[in-house]
């Protein structure tokens, strides 16, 4: 059976991310974050690809699987269901459908970690496309 990982870096530092991921053997990071930035240092776009390539991971920003600002904010008010519905019409979208296939592609040929920012994968909406798209997948969470 394939595996996905998944990753959140709420209240982690940049090296102890790096090596939950390295530990794991992950060879891919995928991005799932609508906007790659962060307050956290290391954790924007540019930083943390480099943090990635530094430790051998690739790193791939997946823009088209994260959450639009309706989702974000309702999972900031802790409100799962409509986070949920907000995004299952994301992944409706024709370029959120194209990076889906990407994705799974991805993971059936290597080692591929979803990261956001959510410390609990439930509690996120890498929960919500793995069920969408990765249902056949053992999940392994990270916590760095």
Known sequence: MPTIWTIGYEQARIDDVTAALSA???E???D???LPLSRRPGFSKSALATAMGETGIAYRHMKQLGTPAEGRAAARRGDHATLSKVYAGQLELP???A???ELRELACEKRVALLCY????RECHRSLLIDALLSDFV?????P
């Open 28 to 30: 891919v990071l995928a």
């Open 139 to 143: 999940v392994v969470d990270l916590k």
């Open 24 to 26: 794991a053997g992950v």
């Open 95 to 97: 370029q959120a459908m």
């Open 32 to 34: 799932i974050r609508y």
């Open 99 to 101: 990076a889906m296939a």
């Open 118 to 121: 959510e410390r609990e994968a």
